[in-house]
């Protein structure tokens, strides 16, 4: 037997509730009159965007400082705030910004420094601190429910594909602490409560597969492909884009730095990685079978996660998985059917990714239809397609040059294959 593991969720900045979304909603307005430049700014940013006016009146703005950040939810704001104009003065002219000026960058060094987050609209600033219920008390589980507090567009298109998130975060953090007690409990050798666990594991990922697939209710493809995945793009890896070298971070006085980030991804969500710890779900560098090459991007992921999360992440990884526990229990065992029957859903779920990813990304990418308004043009095919030499599986189409165009996600991997192989090596976490 094991000692248990005795974890304060709240150390970690995770709610018993909620998992890892607040344990209250997120605040609205930063509440101080030195912060209204900021909120006059992001309140019009969709206008702004439309009128390619966001880097001139970014041009006008104090840079402001952080002293009168007082607490947690304001300095997430913040985050969110300094995160949706960072990717806003980048993506939202003809031409992508290689420099971000210090009424920028000067904050949100701060505030990033803050949360130990990077300075990107990270998943953090567009799904998990970017959400209120429409009224006091209503289920957070339910998109419906919801509304977005800043997007890139104005379109419910964007909202809708980040409240999809927002609900399944809500949904899936209400498991986050029975997980944790099956894992006290496969310590102790508590078979029939770990059982019960994963039974109410699988039944929480069937309904995070529903919620999913709600994403067609409200989310056009072609709006999502040339709209709003374009404002999402990071700036690593985006020469081809036209950052050679990512962005200039200006801090003014002569200095500043180049850097380089993923764009905002759903693979940054904790609660997913956190179901894959729990599951004793190993996960490979894209196209890599050695072992020791494990994580691969999803590890990269977590740099883009809150740090309490990453580390309460990071101390899960040192501890045995339900797999550990099970696989040492008989194959005919109720534990290890009920786990197999966990393992199955969560493969299903992935699935479900998959076909979400090909209807939004990959089938737009091959059957372009005229533009959807003007200010789509924005950076769409530099945004969405990397040049590489290999091919990527059902991916590919050729430029003239005979150069494979190869689509990546956001977060900067390739998309399929990726997914692929993470759905792959969740159902090989089954018990044969």
């Known amino acids: 037997m094991l000692p248990p593991l005795s974890l304060n969720l709240a150390a970690f900045d995770i709610s018993p509730e909620n998992g890892f979304l607040p344990t209250k909603p997120p605040l609205t307005y930063l509440g101080d009159s030195y912060y209204q430049p900021w909120e006059d700014l992001i309140s019009d940013l969709p ?6 006016q966001v880097r001139a009146k970014v041009s006008q703005l104090p840079v402001l400082a952080t002293t009168n950040l007082n607490t947690e939810p304001q300095w997430q704001r913040a985050y969110m705030i300094l995160g949706f104009l960072t990717h806003a003065y980048i993506w939202s002219d003809s031409l992508p910004s290689q420099t971000l000026p210090p009424q920028i960058s000067i904050p949100f060094l701060a505030v990033a420094d803050h949360f130990d987050l990077p300075t990107t609209a990270s998943y953090s600033a567009t799904n998990l601190w970017n959400y209120a219920p429409l009224s006091p008390g209503l289920d957070l589980c339910q998109p419906d429910n919801l509304r977005c507090l800043v997007t890139f567009t104005g379109t419910k298109d964007e909202e809708w594909f980040y409240l999809i998130s927002v609900a399944m975060e809500a949904r899936g953090g209400r498991i986050v602490t029975e997980m944790l007690a099956a894992l006290d409990a496969a310590r102790s050798d508590q078979a029939d ?34 709209n709003i995945r374009p404002m999402l793009a990071g700036s690593k890896n985006m020469a081809h884009a036209g950052l050679p070298k990512g962005v200039w971070y200006d801090e003014g006085e002569g200095n500043g730095q180049w850097r380089e980030y993923s764009g905002g991804s759903n693979a940054q969500s904790s609660l997913l990685q956190f179901f894959d710890m729990v599951l004793g779900v190993e996960h490979k560098a894209t196209g890599e079978s050695d072992p020791k090459k494990k994580q691969g991007f999803l590890q990269e992921m977590r740099r883009y996660m809150p740090s309490g999360h990453a580390a309460f992440l990071a101390h899960l990884m040192t501890q045995p998985s339900l797999r550990d526990f099970v696989i040492k229990q008989p194959v005919d065992n109720p534990i290890t059917t009920a786990y197999n029957a966990a393992v199955t859903q969560f493969g299903l779920f992935r699935e479900i990714h998959i076909q979400i990813v090909t209807r939004y990304i990959i089938l737009p990418s091959k059957n372009p239809r005229t533009k959807l308004s003007t200010e789509a043009s924005v950076n769409l095919a530099t945004a969405s397609l990397v040049k590489t030499s290999v091919s990527v599986e059902d991916m590919g189409t050729k430029d003239g040059a005979g150069i494979t165009l190869e689509l990546h996600g956001t977060g900067g991997t390739a998309l399929i294959p990726f997914l692929k192989q993470t759905r792959d090596e969740t159902n090989d976490a089954a018990m044969v």
Do not use: N
């Not at 206008?47 to 390619?52: A, G, T, V, Y």
């Not at 019960?196 to 929480?204: I, K, P, Q, Y």
């Open 193 to 226: 409560v770990v059982a019960a666990a994963l039974t109410d594991f699988a039944e929480t990922i069937k309904e995070l597969g529903i919620l999913l697939a709600q994403m067609y209710k409200h989310c056009d493809p072609y709006v999502f492909y040339y």
């Open 47 to 52: 206008s702004l965007i439309s009128r390619r």
